[in-house]
């Protein structure tokens, strides 16, 4: 069984940065590729961005292009976001996934993932 763990979020004004940190269990990082997603209140689950196994690959969603940046350190399995420029409409949870199938993209799908973080609230205040 994978562990998935996050760590960052919180209250921020609008026009502040947050960072988001994702770390998995059992050296799989380097392996597969992994995302953001998050849910607001009463919406569904959205992309928030893809990044390919090796990095050298990344989507973002049209809402935060430009804004919000991915980055993986696949030696220390660690998956990053990090959130410029916010905005109270990227309030919501945001959560972590790993994909452990085989592929070189970055993959922009919820069921394209198996194992997910377990959330972490960012709130954006007007």
């Known amino acids: 069984q994978v562990y998935v763990g996050q760590s960052g979020g919180g209250l921020v004004q609008a026009g502040d940065s947050l960072r988001l940190s994702c770390a998995a269990s059992?050296?799989?990082?380097?392996?597969?590729?992994t995302g953001w997603f998050r849910q607001a209140p009463g919406k569904e689950r959205e992309l928030v961005g893809a990044?390919?196994?090796?990095?050298?690959?990344?989507y973002y969603a049209a809402p935060v292009r430009e804004r919000f940046i991915i980055s993986r350190d696949n030696f220390n399995d660690t998956m990053y976001l990090q959130m410029n420029g916010l905005k109270p409409e990227d309030t919501a949870v945001y959560f972590c996934?790993?994909?452990?199938?085989?592929?070189?993209?970055?993959?922009?799908?919820?069921?394209?993932?198996?194992?997910w973080g377990q959330g972490t609230q960012v709130t954006v205040s007007s």
């Open positions: 996934a790993v994909r452990s199938r085989v592929g070189t993209s970055a993959y922009i799908e919820p069921e394209d993932y198996d194992y």
């Open positions: 990044i390919s196994r090796s990095g050298g690959t990344t």
């Open positions: 059992g050296r799989i990082f380097s392996t597969y590729a």
